[in-house]
């Protein structure tokens, strides 16, 4: 893997979490060395492109960076998407995303999933689930390293910001429910642990099935 792509993807992901934005400073030339185990040269040279395309600006004895030219497009879903559609393209998309994660997911990959699930599992409130929920499978796609799925799935995940999607959630969630959504996510999280990419693929199907049928009445 080169750097530049390495430090492409640092700046994509600090993009997407939130912890970089336009004129944040990224890491210094020794940190980056240090975090890529590459030479010095090697670091200034994937700087100098990023510089050279506008994405970042150094400044001499200050450091570098990002551009408002960093940030990309937003790709939205359709402001008309509807609940029906969203669960049809999760189908789609997420139950294999879980197999792919369980062949190749790494440790710290696991780590942060299995925050996620403990965090959701203690939460007593519809929000507060609902955030955690999404957290975790944002991180199980995050897990398969695959960075044409994850912007697909960031798109998919704009849809479920739509306010028919929240109200439509909040209309139809119950204690009882949140507490069998926990129990699936933790038949998926740990397949996903076992390395077992159809039960995880499974488990992910399952799970989404689930919540289709209690969002669109389907019994």
Same mark, same amino acid.
């Given at each position: 893997?080169? $750097?530049?792509?390495? =430090?492409?993807? %640092?700046?994509?992901? +600090? @993009?997407?979490?939130?912890?970089? /934005?336009? &004129?944040?400073? *990224?890491?210094?030339?020794?940190?980056?060395?240090?975090?890529?185990?590459?030479?010095?040269?090697? $670091?200034?040279?994937? =700087?100098?492109? %990023?510089?050279?395309? +506008? @994405?970042?600006?150094?400044?001499? /004895?200050? &450091?570098?960076? *990002?551009?408002?030219?960093?940030?990309?497009?937003?790709?939205?879903?359709?402001?008309?998407?509807?609940?029906?559609?969203?669960?049809?393209?999760?189908?789609?998309?997420?139950?294999?995303?879980?197999?792919?994660?369980? &062949?190749?997911?790494?440790?710290?990959?696991?780590?942060?999933?299995?925050?996620?699930?403990?965090?959701?599992?203690?939460?007593?409130?519809?929000?507060?689930?609902?955030?955690?929920?999404?957290?975790?499978?944002?991180?199980?796609?995050?897990?398969?390293?695959?960075?044409?799925?994850?912007?697909?799935?960031?798109?998919?995940?704009?849809?479920?910001?739509?306010?028919?999607?929240?109200?439509?959630?909040?209309?139809?969630?119950?204690?009882?429910?949140?507490?069998?959504?926990?129990?699936?996510?933790?038949?998926?999280?740990?397949?996903?642990?076992?390395?077992?990419?159809?039960?995880?693929?499974?488990?992910?199907?399952?799970?989404?099935?689930?919540?289709?049928?209690?969002?669109?009445?389907?019994?």
């Amino acid at each position: 893997m080169s $750097v530049e792509y390495s =430090l492409r993807t %640092l700046v994509r992901d +600090g @993009l997407r979490s939130g912890t970089l /934005g336009p &004129g944040a400073q *990224l890491p210094t030339e020794r940190t980056l060395v240090e975090r890529f185990a590459a030479p010095r040269s090697a $670091v200034r040279r994937a =700087l100098d492109v %990023l510089e050279q395309e +506008g @994405l970042v600006v150094r400044h001499v /004895g200050r &450091g570098t960076f *990002l551009t408002e030219a960093a940030v990309p497009p937003a790709d939205v879903a359709p402001a008309d998407t509807s609940p029906a559609e969203i669960m049809q393209v999760r189908l789609l998309i997420e139950p294999p995303v879980a197999a792919l994660a369980a &062949g190749i997911a790494t440790q710290a990959d696991l780590d942060r999933i299995a925050v996620c699930l403990d965090r959701g599992g203690r939460s007593d409130d519809h929000g507060e689930f609902e955030s955690w929920d999404t957290r975790l499978h944002h991180a199980i796609a995050q897990a398969a390293h695959n960075s044409l799925l994850i912007s697909m799935f960031d798109v998919m995940n704009t849809a479920r910001a739509l306010p028919i999607w929240g109200s439509l959630k909040r209309r139809t969630s119950t204690p009882e429910r949140l507490r069998c959504y926990h129990a699936e996510h933790t038949a998926v999280v740990e397949a996903l642990r076992d390395r077992d990419s159809e039960s995880a693929q499974d488990a992910m199907r399952r799970h989404l099935m689930h919540v289709a049928d209690n969002l669109l009445g389907r019994h």
